[in-house]
């Protein structure tokens, strides 16, 4: 295998991620099927809600050497996604490049695979998704791998460029051309939600009646 690097993607406009910062992936959840990663892909630090710029890297099972090159490319507001091409024994995130991603301005990074080093992750501070930890980390082995190729993490494709939403629910992945409508579908579902659990909440109503469930399940029994 042999090292392939494309440019950096340009990155998602300022507004349009201050807009997906509002929103909640699991509100995303309640009309889109596409861009969701497996729900294995579980945050390292609890209650982070994140979004960037999607750069891309595959490597290969016990080798990180272009995940090392990779940090020297990063600029703030990147969001580093990393295929580990199948494997999942091999923990190429440790300390060591949290600290080098953070310094690059990354806001955040997934692994499709273990992690390590959760303490210094910890004192890093730096919002980490993956499919938990390992003692086994990756060498230098210089073997290969790609930068900003379309990759697959968490059994679904993400392009380099594409906007990442990331939060204790997991992670979506959106196209550059769909994030402000998305993100203001979801903002007004969210607010409609609010109202209705206020008027719950106060005892003004019932959910189900505010949701019509309860008009369903009568009809069905009349």
């Not at 910062?21 to 945050?43: C, D, K, Y």
């Not at 990756?138 to 968490?154: E, F, K, M, W």
């Not at 990331?166 to 007004?188: K, Y």
Request: negative net charge; aromatic residues 4%; hydrophobic residues 45%.
């Amino acid at each position: 295998m042999t090292y392939k690097i494309n440019p950096m993607p340009t990155q998602i406009a300022a507004a349009d991620l201050e807009l997906l910062s509002q929103v909640e992936t699991a509100t995303l959840g309640h009309w889109r099927q596409f861009g969701f990663m497996n729900r294995a892909i579980q945050p390292l630090l609890p209650r982070r809600r994140v979004v960037g710029t999607a750069v891309t890297i595959a490597i290969p099972g016990p080798d990180s050497t272009l995940l090392h090159h990779l940090l020297g490319l990063l600029r703030p507001g990147d969001f580093v996604i990393v295929d580990r091409l199948h494997d999942d024994r091999f923990a190429c995130w440790g300390g060591g490049v949290t600290v080098g991603a953070k310094a690059a301005g990354a806001v955040g990074a997934v692994v499709d695979g273990p992690c390590t080093d959760l303490e210094e992750i910890e004192q890093s501070d730096f919002p980490m998704w993956c499919r938990g930890l390992s003692p086994i980390t990756t060498r230098l082995y210089d073997i290969g791998g790609a930068i900003n190729i379309p990759v697959s993490c968490g059994n679904t494709v993400v392009m380099p460029g594409d906007a990442v939403l990331a939060d204790e629910s997991g992670v979506v992945v959106l196209s550059p051309d769909e994030v402000a409508a998305e993100a203001r579908a979801a903002i007004a579902r969210q607010t409609a939600g609010k109202g209705r659990e206020d008027q719950v909440r106060r005892g003004e109503a019932k959910l189900g009646d505010l949701t019509g469930a309860s008009a369903k399940v009568l009809a069905k029994l009349a």
